[in-house]
């Protein structure tokens, strides 16, 4: 068993290594913020790694990874949204 779960962590260390970048780029070309985009990168592998036995493997893991990245790079803008709308009402509320 313990030979088992060190080959999955062997190929998981790999498909890190070989989406580290892309998935930087694009989380970055999304949300227009280095901090941000390391943020998201890495939590995506935090998901990817908690549900890697539910990836069904109908696509390539790659694939798989993007959509993660994507997925929370949205919800960060979507947060990041809501802290502006709710800054811009709290200041022009208390600017009268």
Do not use: C
């Not at 260390?13 to 985009?37: G, H």
């Amino acid at each position: 068993m313990k030979k088992h779960n060190d080959n999955i962590i062997d190929k998981f260390d790999i498909l890190v290594e070989k989406t580290k970048q892309p998935l930087f780029r694009l989380a970055l070309n999304i949300l227009k913020d280095e901090e941000m985009a390391m943020d998201v990168v890495q939590d995506t592998y935090v998901k990817a790694w908690e549900n890697w036995t539910s990836f069904r493997g109908e696509s390539d893991p790659k694939t798989w990874l993007y959509r993660i990245t994507i997925n929370l790079s949205i919800n960060q803008l979507k947060k990041k949204q809501r802290v502006i709308n709710f800054n811009k009402f709290t200041n022009e509320k208390y600017k009268r």
